[in-house]
């Protein structure tokens, strides 16, 4: 790994901490703390809001999906700070699924040209091999293990043969355990339960430096399960093609 894929690394969550810093300073400063941890004025203002309230969080959720002006971090904490854990994840689950088919969607329809000006040419390189043949649950595994670049991954997926509806599904269950735990987190938060919000970061930040510390090994061992896979699977076909003739 080198020394700029390794500052790379820090980069998002020390963004992420800015900004929680950032808002949390501007709250204690403006007041406004008081109001969001007053539970009954809190869900006072959401229900007054009605469904605007709920369309702007998932908008946002999909909005950080597609073009990522902010970490997907912050507004997974956000909604469970905001919502709770079972409304928190099913918006969540919601934004984060429309803003995927978005990227997959522009994707196929303006293929790899406009991919480029997106993604990194080096990461669409690293995953090239995922676009010849569909690997559903490579994929899944993908989206499911912490510190591959899920958003990356929806332009990329677009220049494939998987199916919008087999990409919505594995994307959606493959993003599921990490917006729980973001959810979770948020809703410690909201309640003051900070032992338990810190002991879940603490097992995340150990799950997330793993995969990161593996990243590498993980990437070459899909890669090679993946061709693996798919000249067996070519192979099989070729012999029912031998058997028909």
Not at 67 to 84: C, D, K, N, S, V
């Amino acid at each position: 790994m080198t020394n700029a894929t390794k500052n790379h690394i820090w980069i998002k969550p020390l963004i992420l901490v800015l900004i929680i810093g950032g808002l949390a300073l501007i709250l204690y400063k403006t007041g406004l703390i008081h109001f969001f941890l007053d539970k009954e004025d809190l869900r006072q203002f959401l229900d007054s809001l009605g469904v605007v309230a709920f369309v702007g969080f998932i908008g946002l959720q999909a909005m950080q999906v597609v073009i990522a002006p902010i970490p997907g971090e912050a507004t997974g904490l956000l909604g469970g700070f905001l919502y709770g854990p079972f409304l928190g994840v099913v918006l969540s689950t919601i934004g984060l699924t429309i803003g995927s088919y978005i990227a997959f969607a522009l994707s196929k329809k303006f293929g790899r040209p406009f991919v480029e000006k997106i993604v990194n040419k080096s990461t669409i390189a690293r995953f090239d091999y995922l676009l010849s043949y569909k690997g559903a649950f490579l994929v899944f595994l993908l989206f499911l293990i912490p510190g591959f670049p899920k958003d990356s991954l929806c332009y990329i997926l677009g220049l494939g043969r998987l199916s919008t509806m087999s990409f919505l599904v594995i994307g959606g269950t493959g993003r599921l355990f990490g917006t729980i735990l973001l959810t979770l987190g948020g809703d410690y938060i909201r309640y003051e339960q900070y032992g338990k919000f810190f002991m879940l970061a603490g097992i995340a930040l150990v799950v997330v430096f793993i995969a990161i510390a593996y990243k590498d090994k993980l990437e070459r061992l899909f890669r090679i399960w993946h061709i693996m896979d798919y000249r067996k699977k070519k192979a099989k076909n070729s012999g029912k093609d031998n058997l028909s003739n």
